[in-house]
Nanobody
Framework: QVQLVESGGGLVQPGGSLRLSCAAS????????IGWFRQAPGKEREGVSC????????FYTASVRGRFTIGRDVTSNAAYLQMNDLKPEDPAVYYC??????????????????WGHGTQVTVSS
């Protein structure tokens, strides 16, 4: 069955970098729409970045554009989220997701059927 496992979270100082990985099983990640989302305490889950199946167009929420990069690791059947210049507003549990929903932005939570369990990102000096 479809499974997603995130890794790579941790504690980093402001301005630092982390690379999150999303290991996929039960499907081919290279051919799927993959989204990265985050949820901070007391806040709703929000779309951070996504890469669309077929045309591989990527999207970013405004607050991370230019700092985060989404990509596919074809050899590992995984996706990644490279996060640079991390800021105090970035800490959250980060989730990857996949699904076959269409008709809405791939940054929309409702588009996804399958979710990982998340990895914690903490930014602190």
């Amino acid at each position: 069955q479809v499974q997603l496992v995130e890794s790579g979270g941790g504690l980093v100082q402001p301005g630092g970098s982390l690379r999150l990985s999303c290991a996929a099983s039960g499907f081919t990640a290279a051919g799927a729409t993959i989204g990265w989302f985050r949820q901070a305490p007391g806040k709703e889950r929000e779309g951070v970045s996504c890469i669309r199946r077929g045309d591989n167009v990527d999207f970013y929420t405004a607050s991370v554009r230019g700092r985060f990069t989404i990509g596919r690791d074809v050899t590992s059947n995984a996706a990644y989220l490279q996060m640079n210049d991390l800021k105090p507003e970035d800490p959250a549990v980060y989730y990857c997701a996949t699904g076959v929903g269409t008709g809405t932005s791939c940054l929309t939570v409702s588009r996804y059927n399958f979710w990982g369990h998340g990895t914690q990102v903490t930014v602190s000096s």
